[in-house]
């Protein structure tokens, strides 16, 4: 049995990581932010050398995109100086490091599923800092250092998307709801089962080092997202009413098109996540549950 240390281990991803890991019958350290702060390196040397991991998963992130316009080089500090600290603590230590990263990483301007070699061209400040973060990873730990790019990710342990749909549903007739923005909502369940195998497999020798894209297949909009929450929720789809990104302008621009390739994972025994329906089908007893405190046996 090999040990885990999964950092931001409080956040959405980071507690559904740790289930899937028990689940798996896995050694696994969850320490959040305040138990460790992964831009200082002598804290990193000494979790390593007290937990002795073989796999670091690096959940901990700045996630505030609007705010990291104005605070660009706070988030550098935890996006890219953090992540530069656990690779080389991780190659001191001959543990290997899973980085999570993100979709904001490309322009979002493409036509067609970016792959895992697409040029990299983020027009944030939080995709700057993400993507310092993955090259820190992947020049540091060429061979033991994997990043893990997902997008519009949603889980029951924490505030996102679906689950604040599922509170304006119960307030709200109508709602109005971007309809020109394409991605791929991505369960955090299904994310955290796919680092946990990519993990294995690297130790294995089965899994090369490198670029994947932990999304959910298929692609949507943000508003037939939420057509079919309100479905799953039993409400009408029509109270849910589409309109542009102009009507929600923000500090960072949000990527008009945030669908990724999965062809990486035919390099490796582990298969891409599954589409994204499904996925919001068996998830969403959870997210309700989580939200309004209403447990079902299914959607």
Same mark, same amino acid.
């Given at each position: 049995?090999?040990?885990?240390? %999964? ?14 890991? $028990? ?72 543990? &290997? ?56 990710? !949603? ?5 996102? =998307? ?8 119960? %307030? ?23 680092? %946990? ?25 943000? =508003? ?23 009507? =929600? ?7 008009? !098109?945030? &669908? ?25 007893? $959870? ?13």
């Amino acid at each position: 049995m090999s040990t885990w240390l %999964v950092t931001g281990a409080r956040g959405m991803l980071g507690q559904d990581l740790l289930a899937r890991l $028990a689940a798996a019958d896995e050694s696994a350290v969850g320490l959040g932010r305040a138990a460790l702060d992964i831009t200082d390196p002598a804290a990193v040397r000494a979790a390593l050398a007290a937990h002795a991991p073989a796999v670091v998963v690096n959940c901990a992130a700045w996630t505030a995109v609007d705010d990291a316009e104005a605070k660009e080089s706070d988030a550098l500090a935890v996006n890219g100086t953090g992540p530069r600290v656990l690779a080389e603590a991780c190659r001191q230590a001959g543990a &290997v490091l899973l980085q999570v990263s993100t979709d904001y990483v490309f322009a979002g301007d493409a036509q067609a599923p970016y792959g895992e070699d697409a040029p990299a061209d983020p027009r944030s400040a939080y995709g700057r800092t993400k993507l310092a973060g993955e090259r820190a990873v992947l020049d540091t730990l060429p061979d033991t250092g994997y990043v893990i790019r997902t997008a519009w990710l !949603y889980g029951a342990g924490g505030g996102n =998307f679906v689950r604040t749909m599922i509170k304006l549903e119960s %307030v709200k007739e109508t709602l109005d709801v971007v309809n020109d923005q394409q991605g791929q909502p991505t369960w955090t369940g299904d994310l955290a089962d796919r680092l %946990v195998r990519l993990g294995t497999a690297a130790l294995a020798g089965t899994a090369p080092a490198g670029v994947y894209h932990g999304t959910s297949g298929g692609r949507t909009t943000w =508003f037939a997202f939420t057509r079919e929450i309100f479905r799953l929720l039993g409400a009408d789809p029509e109270r849910v009413r589409p309109t542009t990104s102009a009507a =929600f302008v923000r500090p960072a621009p949000r990527p008009a !098109y945030s &669908v990724l390739g999965h062809d990486r994972w035919n390099e490796t025994p582990v298969e891409p996540i599954r589409d994204w329906r499904e996925a919001l089908a068996e998830a969403f007893p $959870a997210l309700l549950e989580a939200e309004r405190g209403v447990a079902t046996s299914g959607a």
